[in-house]
């Protein structure tokens, strides 16, 4: 089994651009959105497609601020460029926020994805576990952050 575990703050900034819901505070929605990408496996580049589910709902918490709750889920199949290996996608991303009224805010991600081969190759694995907080001067403080990659 080969781990690597990287601890690396953009990579976590990226991730948490996902964003502040206070414009739709009250709101829930649902849909499915179709995708098609490539992504790199530990032995070749993968060309996939399939689809994300996505749900989002804001509360207003009362006090002025918001809060984010979003969970998407993945599901695809591909073919691995260099061998022809058929692979098959299975992602979760889960998002919770809390936008206050001085424009701070705080928040927590989890992402977990499969990437499984059909063949004789590894499996991939990536797990993804991070908080940031945003302070009302736009500081941004990166207080866990951890990323594993792990070929199975």
Same mark, same amino acid.
């Given at each position: 089994m080969n781990i690597r575990n990287t601890?690396?703050?953009?990579v976590v900034i990226a991730c948490l651009i996902f964003g502040a819901g206070s414009a739709m505070a009250g709101a829930v929605t649902s849909?499915?959105?179709?995708?098609e990408m490539e992504v790199v496996t530990c032995h070749e580049t993968v060309s996939l497609s399939g689809w994300y589910r996505a749900t989002t709902n804001f509360q207003e918490d009362g006090a002025g601020g918001t809060h984010d709750i979003s969970h998407l889920v993945a599901h695809g199949t591909g073919t691995g460029q260099l061998t022809g290996t058929r692979y098959v996608w299975n992602d979760q991303f889960n998002h919770q926020a809390l936008n206050d009224t001085n424009g701070a805010f /705080?928040?927590?991600?989890?992402l977990r994805t499969n990437l499984v081969s059909k063949g004789n190759l590894e499996n991939s694995k990536i797990w993804l576990n991070l908080h940031l907080t945003i302070t009302p001067d736009g500081?941004?403080?990166?207080?866990? /952050?951890r990323l594993i990659f792990e070929c199975l």
């Open positions: 601890f690396s703050t953009p849909g499915k959105i179709p995708f /705080s928040g927590n991600r989890v500081t941004a403080v990166v207080d866990r /952050s």
